[in-house]
């Protein structure tokens, strides 16, 4: 599973910051304003307690009947309920006079002035004429309780709309600030073995400035070393071919000049010695070639005409020519823009690896098809993925007896990149049950 990316991370960690500060700031918003409704709650309770005294007095005061609880309001009118209920009680605590949507029971509010919290109301007390009647004025809690709900309900709805729209503008920010870094990110991507150019000055902020400069001196550096090393390898072999030449001739003509069988044998050794020698030197010099990244073709080249010259030469000269099968499918062309001595080494490489480890008693066969698709098949021991994957690297080689220094496919592998194609190795062969096939795909241009 692949690790999200900064940018999701970003978003939703900002997203998420931001939901939860809307949450706190709800919340407290909340307690502040049921705190403040309550204390307009309470102000309207008093005031309407203080306001309804009067008035109740002077009703109980005309009043011939004070011992049956009267409601103010006739039972004929319709039972809505009310928001402020209220009782008239005298000293005894007996209810003279109450709502007209409430019973004749007394609160539980003591016969005191001020207010009393009860389970499900508050009330407020105001005590007249002498401490004899007390009007006692009752609000639900269940209307403030509704009240803050409905307030925290304004407070939290918009959250429906803000979090996408959050996450929008989050998102359009994030991308906006990550624009740099995606940039310098491609830039360093398009570094490899092929491209140690120093990455140009591209506008960035301050905090990535350093990378660049240290990415820049990085590649300097390993321009400088990979320079030396290709220097070297390629002076080495140059200044080791000349007196391998001339060590071999003398090795050829000691061997024809010796008598004894143990003074032959010992300069076939030699000679073999040598020769294995020589070849690596070659190998070696085709790799510093490779890694010279050579000129590239002005020009269209038909390949097809270089790979059949290849096939003749090598017809010629291995001990066996029917081996090799040579087959260009009706209609296949070969014309690209890349350089004839890079395609010339990747295919005399690849042929070569195919008569040198495959079965020598079985044909090779080389087949130019359209669509830029070259196939050099050959009999053999089929190999595993792991092994397929071991024998790309240099010095590697499978499991053969063959001569070789294991450097043909780190060759081939190295021009396929810079001739913009791609190599494909299957085991075992198309339409066979053994063997091994390269695949050169050469992309349409």
Known sequence: MSNPGMTRRLIFSLTAALVGFWLFAVAAGILVMHDELGEIFDSSLKETAER?????????????????PRRLQ?????????????????????VLLHSHDISAAPFAAPLKRGFWDGEYARIYTVPAANDTIFIQVADAKGHRDEATAEGGLALLLPLLFLIPAGILVVRLIVRRSLVPMNELRQAISSKDGGNLAPIAQI?????????????????????????AEREFTSNSAHELRTPLAGALAQTQLLKKEVRTPAAKSRALEIEASLQKLNRLVEKLMQLARAEAKLEPATERVDLAHVLELIVDDFQRTVAAPERIQYVRVKGAELRRLINEDLFAIALRNLIENALKHGSQDEPVTIRLEPRGIIRIANAGPVLTQGE??????RFARGKTSAAGSGLGLAIVTELVTQMNAKLDFLS????????????LHFKDE
């Open 74 to 94: 006739s039972p004929t009118s319709p039972p809505e309920a009310s928001y402020l209920t209220y009782q008239v009680r005298d000293s005894t605590g007996q």
């Open 52 to 68: 309804l005294t009067p008035l109740v007095v002077d009703d109980l005061l005309q009043s011939t009947d004070t011992t049956t």
């Open 388 to 393: 397929i994957k071991g024998i790309r690297k």
């Open 203 to 227: 506008k960035l902020p301050r905090e990535l400035q350093p990378i660049v400069h240290s990415v820049n001196r990085l590649l300097a550096r390993l321009r400088s070393t990979l320079a």
């Open 428 to 439: 075992p062969a198309t339409n066979r049950d053994d063997g091994f096939e390269a695949m």
